[in-house]
Structure formats: C-alpha cells, structure tokens
C-alpha cells in the first residue's frame, strides 16, 4: 500500500502562486509514477501533470505555461508549482501514484487539498 499526503492549498489571488507538495510513504519502492490531478465542483476528476511512458511530462492545456511538476524520488515527494493562478484553477488537487504490478496500473489517491482562486 501507498499512502499519500498533499499540503500545500489553500487561498489566492488570481495571477498568483501556490506550491503542492505530496509526500509518499508505506510501498514505495516500487512507484513508477507520481503526478496531479483536480476536481472542480460539479466536474470530473481531469489530469493537471503526470510523467508519460516516454519520460515526459503531459499538461492539461489550461495550465501549461504556468504550472510546473517536478518530483523528488530521493524525498518520494512530487510538487506542483502553480504560477499566473485563475478562477478556474479552483478544485481539489489530487496527489497520485502509479505502480506496475505486471499486468495492470494500480493507482493511489492522497485525500486531496483544497486551492481556491478568489479576489
């Protein structure tokens, strides 16, 4: 088991910064991946950052340019820089990981943490 733990959230204005963190503990040795994701009210989970099969790195359109992931496997952490923040950049931000097992992904969600946009 994977247990994941996101800091970071909370209240900001629009065109400015916040920084997730998300620590990894229990089986982590054998994570292949970790990346982000969010939930608006009312919507579906969506991708914000994750590594790709290739090394890397995919963004959902409405973040690229202003939001950077970059993790730290020594710390087992993965941070989500997120500059030029919107309105619509309000959501819960999901920490994931990923391992292998041999025949599928199994995925690991944190309990999320809460960005708000607002003036």
């Known amino acids: 088991q994977v247990q994941l733990v996101e800091s970071g959230g909370g209240l900001a204005q629009p065109g400015g910064s916040l920084r997730l963190s998300c620590v990894a503990s229990?089986?982590?040795?054998?994570?292949?991946?970790m990346g982000w994701y969010r939930q608006a009210p009312g919507k579906e989970r969506e991708l914000v950052a994750a590594p790709t099969s290739t090394g890397g790195t995919v963004y959902a359109d409405s973040v690229k340019d202003r939001f950077t992931i970059f993790r730290d496997a020594g710390k087992n952490t993965v941070n989500l820089q997120m500059n030029s923040l919107k309105f619509e950049d309000t959501a819960v931000y999901f920490c994931?990981?990923?391992?292998?097992?041999?025949?599928?992904?199994?995925?690991?969600w944190g309990q999320g943490t809460q960005v708000t946009v607002s003036s």
């Open positions: 229990g089986s982590i040795v054998s994570i292949d991946k």
């Open positions: 994931n990981a990923r391992k292998w097992n041999g025949a599928r992904w199994d995925d690991y």
